[in-house]
Nanobody, 126 residues
Framework: QVQLVESGGGLVQPGGSLRLSCAAS????????IGWFRQAPGKEREGVSY???????YYADSVKGRFTISRDSAKNTVYLQMNSLKPEDTAVYSC????????????????????WGQGTQVTVSS
């Protein structure tokens, strides 16, 4: 069974850090580009970061310089290291396989992703 499971979310103070994990079962993550997305209450889902099959990384402007995406092939897991967190980073974070990503403009567009995980809540508050 193809499955993605996110973990690592929680409550953190502004300026703090969290590392999210996206673990795959039933398939090999290396065969896919993987995206991280987030959705805050009352807002649309937005792309945060993407790592291609070759390991190239891409970020939304809102997180560039603060977030880092990486993959560990041995653990079949993709990570999202989040530093200098802000209250506006509060959201449910999900990962997904970029099965439909063909051109660069699609890398952070959730419409081109499938096999979504259930998400993990990140709350940044003092």
């Amino acid at each position: 069974q193809v499955q993605l499971v996110e973990s690592g979310g929680g409550l953190v103070q502004p300026g703090g850090s969290l590392r999210l994990s996206c673990a795959a079962s039933g398939f090999t993550l290396d065969y896919y580009g993987i995206g991280w997305f987030r959705q805050a209450p009352g807002k649309e889902r937005e792309g945060v970061s993407y790592i291609s099959r070759s390991g190239r990384t891409y970020y939304a402007d809102s997180v560039k310089g603060r977030f880092t995406i990486s993959r560990d092939s041995a653990k079949n897991t993709v990570y999202l290291q989040m530093n200098s967190l802000k209250p506006e980073d509060t959201a449910v974070y999900s990962c997904a396989t970029g099965t439909g990503v063909v051109v660069p403009t699609q890398r952070l567009d959730p419409r081109f992703f499938g096999s979504w995980g259930q998400g993990t809540q990140v709350t940044v508050s003092s």
